[in-house]
């Protein structure tokens, strides 16, 4: 059941750019959403979370927004580096309980 | 604290043997999460624990899935007669369950990669 879903599998950017990539949720109980980032032979990372309270949390270059009624998150990177490359995937939990995931989108920043 | 770690890494085994996999979570972390990643996927939950008590097993994947953790330190999950359809990384995390601040964030060990001849 693919609860969660990111429907770019890839994006490419220029070095200095915008990143934007998109999540879709279905489950409306989920209240709690996250990004985690993979590099290759590594297991994947915490980078940034937010609850459904809000509509935006912002940590540096990052910044996650998220529409509950359109049940969208997004993760903008700005500007992006060439070491933001990675898989990005992003995940959502029901109250504190299993946390899904997507099935990842790999970003390529470009110098 | 070096992380989550898991034990091991890789693991080739034939069809119809037995596999068990080792994770050491974060010392102070309650929680403990088994997660199975293919290729061009994102981590699929199988089951997961606070501290000693294995709060979901629904997900595990078939009755060959079996998932411990004793003493509400490590965990173990084997995979009994196993199938070549099993092949994939089991990754395990995680996470300190604080009612008041709980951020929700798993740290997840590297993984241990597992191919079924």
């Known amino acids: 059941d693919q609860q969660v879903k990111q429907n770019s599998p890839s994006l490419s950017v220029q070095e200095g750019r915008i990143s934007i990539l998109n999540c879709d949720y279905t489950n409306s109980m989920f209240d709690y959403f996250l990004w985690y980032k993979k590099y290759p032979a590594e297991g994947p990372t915490f980078l940034i979370s937010?609850?459904?309270?809000?509509d935006k949390n912002e940590d540096g270059r990052f910044t996650v927004f998220l529409n509950k009624s359109a049940k969208h998150l997004s993760l903008h990177i700005v500007p992006s580096q060439p070491g933001d490359s990675a898989v990005y995937f992003c995940a959502a939990s029901a109250h504190n309980n299993d946390m899904r995931f997507g099935a990842g989108t790999r970003l390529t920043v470009k110098p | 604290d070096t992380g989550v770690s898991q034990d091991p890494r890789h693991k080739i085994t034939k069809r119809g043997q037995n596999v068990t996999f080792r994770c050491d979570p974060i010392s102070e972390h309650n929680r403990l999460y088994w997660y199975r990643q293919t290729l061009g996927q994102g981590p699929e939950f199988l089951t997961y624990f606070q501290n000693e008590a294995q709060l979901e097993k629904s997900r595990l994947l078939s009755d060959r899935f079996s998932a411990e953790r004793p003493k509400g330190s490590f965990s173990t999950l084997e995979i009994q007669r196993t199938e070549q359809g099993d092949s994939a990384m089991y990754l395990c995390a995680s996470s300190l369950e604080d009612h008041q601040q709980n951020t929700g964030e798993l740290f997840f060990g590297e993984g241990s990669r597992l191919t079924v001849l």
């Open positions: 937010i609850s459904s309270i809000k």
